[in-house]
């Protein structure tokens, strides 16, 4: 059984700039969830996919979208970065959306924008 | 403001001392989850609390989940250096078709040999 893993694992962007980043959950989940934590602070939510659907979502501009695909593979795009987007970028998958589910996150993708 | 407020935000004690960690919010949660994250790595789930007032013990840590489902408490025996880390609690708050996670910003404990 594979762990979730992201890539890339690091990245540095210019400000104005878009970036996509990947996510591939662990085998037989089929939900995905993206959050962001800056430097200091706990993961704050962005948004979640299921079933390749967007069905909830953060406090966070539409400049942050995703998509998910068949195999529930997940990415997150941000158009126009800010320098405030520089963080780490986290995505979890867990099977289902109706809890207590567990979510397993991968190491996430270190995004610096300048 | 956080949903989910954490306390302390840092911990330093010497290896075999216990400790507390307390999350506290004013919302219900569904459900609790507790995390361990180490540098550069993605928060490890340590486990999930449900029911208020429900006790958990994995080895020497118990985590517990208030009975109005408000608050949560991790409590650490006889810690060893290996438990240093960043620890996070989540609350899920339900809503139509998906559970939505709320961390707290986390507490830092270093642990001392």
């Known amino acids: 059984e594979t762990g979730v893993t992201q890539s890339p694992t690091h990245l540095i962007k210019t400000r104005g700039q878009q970036v996509t980043l990947r996510c591939s959950s662990q085998?037989?989940?089929?939900?995905v969830s993206w959050y962001q934590q800056a430097l200091g602070q706990g993961p704050q939510f962005i948004f979640q996919?299921?079933?390749?659907?967007?069905?909830g979502r953060g406090n966070f501009p539409p400049r942050f979208s995703g998509l998910q695909f068949p195999n529930y593979s997940s990415e997150l795009n941000v158009n126009a970065l800010e320098l405030d987007d520089s963080a780490l970028y986290l995505c979890?998958?867990?099977?289902?959306?109706?809890?207590?589910?567990?979510?397993?996150f991968g190491p996430g993708t270190r995004l610096t924008v300048t | 403001t956080q949903l989910l407020e954490q306390s302390p935000q840092f911990l330093s004690i010497q290896e075999g001392e216990n400790l507390t960690v307390y999350c506290n919010s004013s919302?219900?949660?569904?459900?609790l989850q507790w995390y361990r994250q180490e540098p550069g790595e993605g928060p490890v789930l340590l486990v999930t609390?449900?029911?208020?007032?429900e006790v958990k013990k994995l080895k020497r840590l118990t985590f517990q989940f208030g009975d109005a489902r408000k608050d949560s408490s991790l409590h650490i025996t006889a810690a060893q250096p290996g438990d240093t880390g960043l620890y996070l609690c989540?609350?899920?708050?339900?809503?139509?078709?998906?559970?939505?996670?709320?961390f707290g910003s986390g507490t830092k404990l270093n642990v001392k040999p």
């Open positions: 085998s037989g989940h089929n939900t």
């Open positions: 989540a609350g899920a708050i339900s809503g139509y078709n998906f559970n939505k996670f709320y």
């Open positions: 996919y299921y079933r390749e659907e967007e069905n």
């Open positions: 919302s219900v949660f569904s459900s």
């Open positions: 979890a998958s867990s099977l289902g959306v109706f809890g207590p589910y567990e979510q397993y």
């Open positions: 609390v449900v029911t208020g007032g």
